[in-house]
Nanobody, 120 residues
Framework: QVQLVESGGGLVQPGESLRLSCVAS????????MGWYRQAPEKERELVAT???????TYADSFKGRFTISRGNTRGTVYLQMNNLNSEDTAVYFC??????????????WGQGTQVTVSA
């Protein structure tokens, strides 16, 4: 079984920062890409950023310069540093990993999500 567990969400005021964490665990042979997505109320899930196994990053245009994705020292750990948050950043943030399970084709996995609320 593979699990992705997010943490670090919460309630913050506009202009503040948050750092989200995600840890992937279980029977994992290789992790190709990890990323963050978010889903605001009544909106579709959207890509925030991804990072590959060699550290290459991509960002959706609307998050460049304000959000930073990074990997931890432990395999399967990824962070999302979010700065200068505003009310439009209120959403559930999901961790995603595209990985190889031993003896099984590679496939994506999702965490349960962590709520981020930005409000004065």
């Amino acid at each position: 079984q593979v699990q992705l567990v997010e943490s670090g969400g919460g309630l913050v005021q506009p202009g503040e920062s948050l750092r989200l964490s995600c840890v992937a665990s279980g029977s994992i042979a290789y992790i190709y890409v990890m990323g963050w997505y978010r889903q605001a109320p009544e909106k579709e899930r959207e890509l925030v950023a991804t990072i590959t196994s060699v550290g290459s990053t991509t960002y959706a245009d609307s998050f460049k310069g304000r959000f930073t994705i990074s990997r931890g020292n432990t395999r399967g750990t990824v962070y999302l540093q979010m700065n200068n948050l505003n009310s439009e950043d209120t959403a559930v943030y999901f961790c995603n990993a595209y990985l190889q399970i031993p003896g099984v084709d590679r496939r994506p996995f999702w965490g349960q999500g962590t709520q981020v609320t930005v409000s004065a």
